[in-house]
């Protein structure tokens, strides 16, 4: 079995949708928006997963929900949306809509460790409701007509393999197309290391490809998980933050970072699309978890950081990044 293991750049598929290799964008609620996926898409992601949507808010056809959430470019296909929630009626409804807005497969949070989401009944909180996440999943498939996945937590509390046990029952009797696992239990977020071996242990129960998540947060980090959980691909989180190379590093694209004036033009990229999708106000606010990333990548001081956070408008801020794209260090590194 392992002398036959695919390259993480062969393709596979999740049911019928095929996906062109097995390097995966993970959904970052907050973050992961339309140009935030075509950007690891344009860089080699062969999915790139939504940021989770309420399916609440899509039953109840909240506007913004249904203009910023649910936008999706033309070059981003396939492309899966997230939906959390924890009523399978409103799952099934919100599902349909988004298949509408033309996601190509739907994923249900089961993973999410935050108390506002857990304690309405939704994220982690469905490791505890089994029936409840199997009809989730069913509603899903029923109201979009789509694949549908699952992503999902180890367990709820340490020793806890809950998380373990219900994406066996989903993959069995819930119908679900793949398993998006992130094997740390919801108790300690995003701590702690991520136990390949058990997930492992799914891949080699269960028919359907199983995606590793946690702790990916290099390439290197990223192959020595996908090695020692023999799952079908990975799915990248926090090591994608500002950082699309990754994708490329891991498609065999490129061996060499970024240099500066790549890493400027890139910001810059992020910012157009920015304001394009959010206005020039709300984009200068909303961009403001982007800067430490890509400030970080330019080896410049959190001062850098400060800076942009200050900046009065975009103009103003794309003013300060241009600077650094000189190809000796300027003044201000
Ligand atoms: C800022 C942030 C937002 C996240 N949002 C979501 C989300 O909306 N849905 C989800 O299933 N997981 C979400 N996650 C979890 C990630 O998809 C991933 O499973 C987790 O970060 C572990 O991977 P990593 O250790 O490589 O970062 C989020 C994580 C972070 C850091």
Redesign the pocket.
């Given at each position: 079995m392992r002398g036959t293991r695919p390259q993480l750049t062969d393709p596979f598929r999740i049911a019928d949708v095929e996906i062109s290799n097995r390097v995966l964008l993970?959904?970052?609620?907050?973050?992961?928006n339309w140009f935030v996926r075509l950007q690891a898409k344009r860089f080699g992601a062969g999915l790139a997963v939504s940021?989770?949507v309420s399916s609440f808010g899509l039953h109840h056809r909240n506007e913004r929900t249904l203009r910023e959430l649910m936008r999706i470019h033309p070059d981003e296909h396939p492309v899966s949306v997230?939906l959390f929630g924890h009523d399978a009626e409103v799952m099934r409804s919100g599902a349909a809509i988004a298949a509408e807005a033309g996601a190509d497969l739907i994923d249900i949070?089961m993973?999410?460790p935050v108390r506002k989401v857990r304690r309405t009944g939704a994220g982690a909180e469905l490791l505890r409701d089994h029936e409840l996440a199997l009809a989730l999943a069913r509603g899903a498939a029923e109201g979009s007509g789509l694949p549908v996945t699952v992503?999902l937590r180890s367990g709820i509390a340490a020793g806890d393999r809950s998380g373990f046990e219900l994406a066996i029952r989903l993959a069995e009797e819930g119908g679900v197309a793949a398993i998006a696992f992130?094997p740390r239990v919801a108790a300690v977020g995003?701590k702690g290391s991520?136990d390949y071996e058990l997930t492992r242990e799914l891949v080699e129960r269960v028919e359907v490809p199983v995606i590793v998540?946690?702790?990916?947060?290099s390439a290197a980090a990223a192959r020595a998980a996908y090695e020692e959980s023999g799952a079908a691909a990975v799915?990248?989180?926090?090591?994608s933050l500002g950082n699309p190379w990754v994708f490329e590093e891991l498609t065999g694209a490129r061996t060499e970072p970024p240099d500066r004036a790549e890493v400027v033009a890139e910001l810059l990229w992020t910012i157009d699309r920015a304001e394009e999708h959010l206005g020039s106000d709300r984009a200068n606010r909303y961009l403001r978890k982007f800067y430490p990333w890509y400030v970080e990548r330019l080896g410049a001081g959190p001062e850098l950081t400060d800076e942009l956070h200050r900046s009065a408008d975009l103009p103003e801020a794309r003013r300060l990044i241009a600077d650094l794209a000189a190809p000796e260090p300027a003044s201000r590194l």
């Amino acid at each position: 079995m392992r002398g036959t293991r695919p390259q993480l750049t062969d393709p596979f598929r999740i049911a019928d949708v095929e996906i062109s290799n097995r390097v995966l964008l993970a959904p970052l609620a907050g973050i992961g928006n339309w140009f935030v996926r075509l950007q690891a898409k344009r860089f080699g992601a062969g999915l790139a997963v939504s940021e989770m949507v309420s399916s609440f808010g899509l039953h109840h056809r909240n506007e913004r929900t249904l203009r910023e959430l649910m936008r999706i470019h033309p070059d981003e296909h396939p492309v899966s949306v997230q939906l959390f929630g924890h009523d399978a009626e409103v799952m099934r409804s919100g599902a349909a809509i988004a298949a509408e807005a033309g996601a190509d497969l739907i994923d249900i949070n089961m993973g999410c460790p935050v108390r506002k989401v857990r304690r309405t009944g939704a994220g982690a909180e469905l490791l505890r409701d089994h029936e409840l996440a199997l009809a989730l999943a069913r509603g899903a498939a029923e109201g979009s007509g789509l694949p549908v996945t699952v992503k999902l937590r180890s367990g709820i509390a340490a020793g806890d393999r809950s998380g373990f046990e219900l994406a066996i029952r989903l993959a069995e009797e819930g119908g679900v197309a793949a398993i998006a696992f992130h094997p740390r239990v919801a108790a300690v977020g995003h701590k702690g290391s991520p136990d390949y071996e058990l997930t492992r242990e799914l891949v080699e129960r269960v028919e359907v490809p199983v995606i590793v998540s946690g702790g990916l947060k290099s390439a290197a980090a990223a192959r020595a998980a996908y090695e020692e959980s023999g799952a079908a691909a990975v799915m990248i989180a926090r090591g994608s933050l500002g950082n699309p190379w990754v994708f490329e590093e891991l498609t065999g694209a490129r061996t060499e970072p970024p240099d500066r004036a790549e890493v400027v033009a890139e910001l810059l990229w992020t910012i157009d699309r920015a304001e394009e999708h959010l206005g020039s106000d709300r984009a200068n606010r909303y961009l403001r978890k982007f800067y430490p990333w890509y400030v970080e990548r330019l080896g410049a001081g959190p001062e850098l950081t400060d800076e942009l956070h200050r900046s009065a408008d975009l103009p103003e801020a794309r003013r300060l990044i241009a600077d650094l794209a000189a190809p000796e260090p300027a003044s201000r590194l």
